[in-house]
């Protein structure tokens, strides 16, 4: 059944969505192709090429070398603190990226766009400004050094001080997925829930979760990504002690300024494989979140 139009009002304009899509794509074959060639030819150039180098480097000596260099003592020091440090910060990181969307979007409250700001705070300050900031804080001539030192408490050069400066990196991540996503879906839901007498809790765990839970696990898996490869702060207040605080970048580093390059490129290629399958999870989850 069709509804009259009243009177003042403008007849709806109907537009025909496949011509429109089709008109909106065509382009000529020269200018397609060409611009197709040069992503390739930069993906070819930037990225295949230096993936393709590293694993041709680490096995020019032999499976023999690679796997010495991956088992040495210093290497599996570095693969085991990089991976506690992951799986410290990922699930903290999980909680905080949750609860600051939830505040932001389903409440109204004064400083809500300063808490944006502090947020995205990470993204614009360089890491190793970030590392600095902490040898200020928790160094031994920083401010609250001398209480540290006096109480026996560790933090720079220690596994605490890799966690701190890996957790600040990396928080925005997670918040940030979530956000616009638990914007788009409102609050009508929620609200239903509450309406029909179920609890805070339980509307979190059976409505809000699963409507936000693809976009969670994006968030994770690249917080997960740039908790493992983080350099810049990590190297400020690691103190690159061999076996102790050195994680996977910073061994990296240190067996390539030493001329150790099979060695160094051996323990790069397990940092290319987890970015390899991470791109894989990724893509798995965004088509996932597709279906849905």
């Not at 690679?66 to 992951?86: E, F, G, M, N, W």
């Not at 103190?239 to 300024?257: K, V, W």
Request: charged share 10%.
């Amino acid at each position: 059944m069709v509804k009259p139009i009243g009177v003042g009002q403008e007849a709806p304009i109907t537009i025909n969505r496949s011509s429109a899509k089709s008109y909106a794509l065509e382009e000529s074959a020269i200018v397609k192709w060409s611009l197709i060639t040069i992503s390739l030819l930069f993906l070819a150039l930037f990225l295949i090429l230096p993936l393709v180098s590293i694993f041709i480097t680490a096995f020019e000596k032999g499976w023999e070398t690679y796997i010495a260099s991956i088992t040495h003592p210093d290497a599996l020091s570095a693969i085991k603190l990089t991976l506690i440090v992951a799986v410290i910060v990922v699930p903290l990181n999980a909680i905080f990226g949750v609860a600051a969307a939830w505040v932001i979007t389903k409440f109204s409250f004064r400083g809500k766009n300063f808490l944006l700001t502090l947020i995205d705070l990470p993204f614009a300050v360089s890491p190793v400004i970030a590392g600095l900031i902490f040898i200020l804080l928790f160094g031994a001539q920083g401010l609250f050094g001398e209480w540290l030192f006096q109480n026996d408490i560790k933090i720079v050069f220690a596994l605490p001080g890799i966690v701190i400066a890996t957790l600040f990196i990396t928080f925005p991540f997670v918040a940030r997925e979530l956000i616009p996503l638990m914007q788009m879906q409102g609050v009508t839901e929620e609200e239903a829930s509450l309406s029909l007498g179920a609890s805070g809790l339980k509307t979190f765990f059976l409505v809000t979760l699963p409507n936000i839970k693809w976009g969670l696990l994006y968030g994770i898996i690249l917080c997960n990504a740039r908790a493992i490869g983080e350099f810049g702060a990590v190297s400020v207040v690691s103190g690159h002690i061999r076996g102790m605080t050195n994680t996977m970048p910073l061994h990296i580093e240190i067996l390539y300024n030493e001329y150790q390059f099979t060695a160094a490129f051996a323990v790069a290629s397990l940092m290319s494989v987890i970015a390899i399958i991470t791109i894989i999870i990724k893509n798995i989850i965004e088509w996932k979140a597709k279906e849905v």
